[in-house]
């Protein structure tokens, strides 16, 4: 069972809301389940050890995916342009799964192919044409 966030790290609660009803949405478009959107919550606002520029992660074979929802120094919400596309790069990681090379014996390292960036670009395509998402995409 996943340990519930403490609302103290809830930064803005509409904002989670609204990410996390657009995700279901998203979902929805590109017929994928049972997916589950975890928002990234550092230790430190602003500071410290996740001051990076992760936009979000996720783990091929399993059905979640971790979105960072604010600038990592400010802590402001992040534009949902961002927020969407992020959420087409980590699910296309399902749909087109990237490839593992070895480095040596037991080191491996992830590289996105020419099919996962097409499917990328055809989810980014499907978002923009969806009535509910398009509005947040810029012209």
Known sequence: MRKMPNMAD????RHEA??????QRCL???DMKDFELRPLRRRKRGTGKFNSITYGYTKPGE????????TPKTMKTRKMDA?????AHELAHHQKPPKYYRQWFTIKYMVHHPPFWTQYKKN????EKDEVLSVYFSK
């Open 10 to 13: 809830i930064l803005d609660p």
């Open 18 to 23: 609204m990410v996390e009803h657009l995700f």
């Open 28 to 30: 929805l478009v590109l």
């Open 63 to 70: 059905k979640w995916v971790v979105i960072d929802l604010y």
């Open 83 to 87: 927020i969407l596309r992020v959420i």
């Open 124 to 127: 980014v395509a499907l978002f």
